[in-house]
Structures are given as C-alpha cells and as structure tokens.
C-alpha cells in the first residue's frame, strides 16, 4: 500500500488540535485585512484555497461574504461544516486538490492562508500547479491573497527554535530540523496528537520560498501587481516590510 504523503496524513483527524495550534489564532485580524482589501464588496466571490476547518471561510461569511472552502482533508472539512453550522452559516465547503481545482473563471479572489496547501507539496512543480489552477479559477480581474514560507528566514535563523519558542503545551511540536540550501526545503519530525489521542510521528519537509521567486512564479501567470510583505499572525499590513526576521511573508497578487 503506497504511502500517503505526510500533508495527508497530518491532517487525518486533526481538526480540534488544529484550531487549537498557536498559528491558527489570528482570524478576525487577518479577516480584517482581507476585507479592507477587496474594500468591503460583498458581491465578490471569494475561494478560500485550504480551508482546513474554515476559520477564515466561516468568519468572512458571518461578516456577509460569498465565500467557498476548498481542502484535500475530508476530517477538516467535516469540523469546518460542524463549525458553520454552529453559527447558522450555509457555506459550500468541498474536498477537492488544489492542483486540480474544477471550477474556471468562477472567482473574484482567492485567499489562501496559512500554508494553505502550498508550499507543502513534493516538488516545485506540484506547488506551481497550485498557484496555476488557482489562477484559472479566477476571474480576468481578479486579486490572490496568500501567505507562504519566507526564505530569507532560514537564512539568518533556526527553524527549529522558531517554532519550538512559539509552542504551547499540546501542540504539535518540530525537530531535527535540515534546511537545505540548494532546494529551500526545510525537512523535520513532526510529533503530535490526533484528535483521537493517538500519538503521531511524521517526516515533512516544506518549501521556503524567496521574493523573487514569487514574484517571477506569478509573472508567469499574469499577474501584474505583485506585492510581498512581512506576514504578521492576526494583523496583515501593507506597512509591514518584509525581512529576514519574518517566518512568513504576505504576497497580495492582482490582475
């Protein structure tokens, strides 16, 4: 039996200690921006490309937006639609590959956050698929809003140390952490607990990206504005530069 990729299996049942991790606590500032953005137009369509349990699809939907939630785990899509039922939302939360999304000039914008199923992928090419089929979903006007890994970051810092001084009891936790310098995949053991209570050991590696490079990947899609920022959790600016002390970078991408 073929083995599942570590970005399948991490998320198997993971949905209540996913809601629970540190990186997933910036919700309604990140809303925030992303509202002030696309400047308060809910007649836009929006696609939230790795949903996991819908924390950004569910808080843009109360706020009155038509938003649809896309992501390859079946269990974080099932605590998301628990989650929007709680709060009286009808939202349109489907399981589908963000390397072959089925829609096509369907979309306004498209938000994904968080390492929303890019960079996780095995290749450079597997990722670029996900920007591509994202940018097909949309419309000729559009605008892309995503966050991905910073690689300057790396550069001038351990990875391991980072995430371990942001971690708090129960969370998922990173070691023997390798940053490779001729591909920009940082390869680590991560240890966690299901929400089943089953404890998990997984060898992941993830892709850090430069802003170069973003911004050459997104050229190549059309895109005619680029603009990168540092990624601050629960408060996006675009008065924020980024720098090599930000995990994360802010890629805001229009048409």
């Known amino acids: 039996m073929k083995k599942k990729p570590w970005y399948e299996a991490l998320f198997e049942n993971y949905g209540e200690q996913y809601d629970a991790e540190v990186y997933t606590q910036g919700t309604p500032g990140e809303c925030d921006f992303i509202e002030q953005e696309i400047n308060h137009d809910k007649s836009l369509k929006i696609l939230d490309v790795g949903c996991g349990t819908g924390r950004h699809s569910i808080e843009l939907a109360s706020r009155g937006y038509d938003i649809t939630g896309i992501d390859l785990s079946e269990s974080q899509l099932a605590k998301a639609r628990e989650k929007a039922a709680a709060r009286n939302l009808s939202l349109d939360f489907q399981q589908q590959d963000a390397r072959h999304l089925s829609f096509k000039d369907e979309f306004d914008v498209a938000i994904m956050l968080c390492e929303g199923a890019f960079p996780l992928m095995e290749t450079d090419e597997m990722n670029y698929e996900i920007l591509k ?75 850090y990206y430069v802003p170069s490079e973003i911004t050459w990947l997104l050229k190549s899609l059309g895109y005619k504005s680029i603009d990168i920022y540092g990624a601050k959790l629960g408060a996006f600016s675009r008065s924020e530069p980024l720098t090599p002390e930000d995990f994360e970078m802010l890629v805001i991408a229009e048409k």
């Open 133 to 207: 089929s994202v940018t097909s979903s949309l419309k000729e006007k559009c605008t892309f809003i995503f966050t991905t890994l910073n690689g300057l970051f790396p550069l001038f810092h351990s990875v391991e140390k980072f995430l371990a001084s942001g971690s708090e009891e129960g969370n998922a936790t990173y070691r023997s952490n390798t940053f490779d310098l001729m591909t920009f995949r940082d390869y680590n053991i991560t240890e966690f607990e299901d929400d089943h209570g089953n404890k998990k050991t997984l060898e992941c590696n993830e892709r």
